[in-house]
T-cell receptor, first 115, second 118 residues
Framework: DVKVTQSSRYLVKRTGEKVFLECVQD?????MFWYRQDPGLGLRLIYFSYDVKMKEKGDIPEGYSVSREKKERFSLILESASTNQTSMYLC??????????????FGNGTRLTVT | AQKITQTQPGMFVQEKEAVTLDCTYDTSDPSYGLFWYKQPSSGEMIFLIYQGSYDQQNATEGRYSLNFQKARKSANLVISASQLGDSAMYFC???????????????FGKGTHLIIQP
């Protein structure tokens, strides 16, 4: 069974802090994703990575960066946290060369509050 | 333009009734897949059901079925005999195979908050 683990369930940070959200998957998946979830807005893609050291911007990359130094780990970085980045962050993964019907595998989410 | 539209922000349904959650989509890609996820208050995203654009039959998984109307670009989720444990957020999502560009990721709708009442 695929396991996607997000290191923190809840996180409280101050405005201006540098924040790291960590995600680890144990299925040797090539593709990893960071989504942000807000009420009334659904899930929006921040960044994704299709290989080690490779990254691509999603729909809302502003204010975020990512790091993928190892295949199993994908980190989301808030360089200088702001209150409008208070949100639920979801990490997901999927293997490369997927069939149409392969679902994304999600972690349990990190609820970040920036004060 | 939104690729996935869920027009029901919230729904209240009596226990044991059937529920239909609406989803319409927009794509010019002939090859695509549609997914439904359930998110309980715990926050985990649970994959429920999948429908491919070339599938001839509507998908079914236990109490979940998908009413797929390709010409109308709709993929409504039907939950039969609802239970209290069905109370959750439900998200419709799409993967565009040829034009997706996003490393096989999914585009999500805004979700429907379903509450089952005893």
């Amino acid at each position: 069974d695929v396991k996607v683990t997000q290191s923190s369930r809840y996180l409280v940070k101050r405005t201006g802090e540098k924040v790291f959200l960590e995600c680890v998957q144990d299925m040797d998946h090539e593709n990893m994703f960071w989504y942000r979830q807000d009420p009334g807005l659904g899930l929006r893609l921040i960044y994704f990575s299709y290989d080690v050291k490779m990254k691509e911007k999603g729909d809302i990359p502003e204010g975020y960066s990512v790091s993928r130094e190892k295949k199993e780990r994908f980190s989301l970085i808030l360089e200088s946290a702001s209150t409008n980045q208070t949100s639920m962050y979801l990490c997901a993964s999927i293997g490369g060369g997927v069939a149409y019907n392969s679902p994304l595998h999600f972690g349990n989410g990190t609820r970040l509050t920036v004060t | 333009a939104q690729k996935i539209t869920q027009t029901q922000p919230g729904m209240f349904v009596q226990e044991k009734e059937a529920v239909t959650l609406d989803c319409t989509y927009d794509t010019s890609d002939p090859s695509y897949g549609l997914f439904w996820y359930k998110q309980p208050s715990s926050g985990e995203m649970i994959f429920l059901i999948y429908q491919g654009s070339y599938d001839q039959q509507n998908a079914t998984e236990g109490r979940y079925s998908l009413n797929f109307q390709k010409a109308r670009k709709s993929a409504n989720l039907v939950i039969s005999a609802s239970q209290l444990g069905d109370s959750a957020m439900y998200f419709c999502a799409m993967r565009e195979v040829d034009s997706g560009g996003g490393a096989d990721g999914l585009t999500f709708g805004k979700g429907t908050h379903l509450i089952i009442q005893p």
